[in-house]
């Protein structure tokens, strides 16, 4: 038989008390030889410096080059200057510095530290952000500046921090803050969460707020603050309210602003109906066009990183890509453009949204009116044929009045005796006027006749008449009318203009 196998217990061997004694004590200093040694008053673990509430008035060197977090918060660091670290640390993502009593931040504060994520400079003395302060701060995702005594924000202070998701400027004495950084896309282009809470902003443009995406404004924080009544900035935050945006519905009652002529604060929320400002209920807007136009229906989610969306047409169609003839089209940031209008294109259009943690649904109601829009070219030319039009009808009546032509080459020159009114009206509406000369082309002055052959307005009566006796009397003083006057009116003679 084969012997069989046995399990041999080998012999451990032991370390003398003493040898672990002096491996503990050597333990920091073999810490430290590897890449820097551990500030005095800090407490090292693995890449994490702790040096809180260690009583510091400067930030303490040389600092380990694999440092990755950085606490220095509860001390008395009061000026943060540009050479705080020597040395670059490229591994650098986290600094905490709250607590300090900060009250100065060199421009160049950050250039060692290239790779800063988390930034926390909260609960200080700042008063102002100035130009450029976190320009080298690419990788920036979370700064912390609240409870701060910051007054003033340069448009530059956030120049290139194009992964700043979450900025924190609550309880600050703010009273203004360039929201064109947001509007403009090109600044913040990830920031997801701003905080303006408990500032002393007092006119925040409602058309500026409305113009941010859906997504922002879930995260965009304005209460206590000494707003303004507006009716405006009432319905941008009823219509927050209803889509349930966290900045709105987790702070009713502290969204408060001042009536005019008011000093108390009153709440935002419920000023529907109420004098002196009698805001009316936010309604959501509706979109109106005409036929053959070309509109195009957002998708303003509140949700930020969608999978995707879908719409949904009055007519219970899905609409996924290009409607087939080009009519509807599914644009790449997921609105809707709806071209060459119809009648039967108006309805409630629906936009569903899959969010990264839950779905959405957006509501957006086309009228589409049954005529067409001049546009402005046409309105122009309208009016200017009108204009033109108007002129020459008074050209035409100021010819018609003033610039009558004569009926014969003679009777401009030609001097009459006055004659009586009434024999005058009466004669030139109820003589013959006679063709000119027969269209012999002889003068008119050919055909008078004298004695008691001529007749009133100087026309020939065959029968004669006899002469009208003078008239005594105060009407023999009064003015008789050129016969030819009415005669060229009441005349059969016809007018060339």
Known sequence: MPPSHQRVAMPVPTVPPSLLLALSLLSPLLWGSAAGSCPPRCVCASNLLSCSQANLSTVPTPLPRFTAVLDLSHNNVTRLRADWTPARLPHLHALLLSHNGLAFVSTEAFAHVPRLRHLDLSSNRLRTLDENLFSDLGELEVLLLYNNEISTVDRTAFENLGRLRKLYLGQNRIARFPLELLREGTRLPQLALLDLSANRLRAVPAGELQALPA???????LHNNPLACDCLLFQLLDRGRRRHLSAVED???ELRCVLPGATALVKILELAGKPPLNCSKAREAVLEAHLGDSVTLGCDSRWQGVRSRHWVTPGGERVLGDGGNGSVVLLANGSLQLRALRPEDGGTYSCWVAGPLLNETL?????????????PHDTLNTAYTTLVGCILSVVLVLIYLYLTPCRCCCCRGTEKPPAPRDDSINSSVLSTTPNHAGGTGEPCGSHVASGAGTGQNGRFKGGGTPPVPARQGPKAQ???????????VFSDTPIVV
């Open 363 to 375: 509501y957006v109601e086309l009228l589409v009116h049954n005529f067409t829009l001049h546009g």
């Open 251 to 253: 702070f009713q009652d």
């Open 215 to 221: 997504w922002l404004r879930d995260r965009l924080y």
């Open 478 to 488: 009064r003015k008789v009318s050129d016969p030819d006057s009415v005669s060229s």
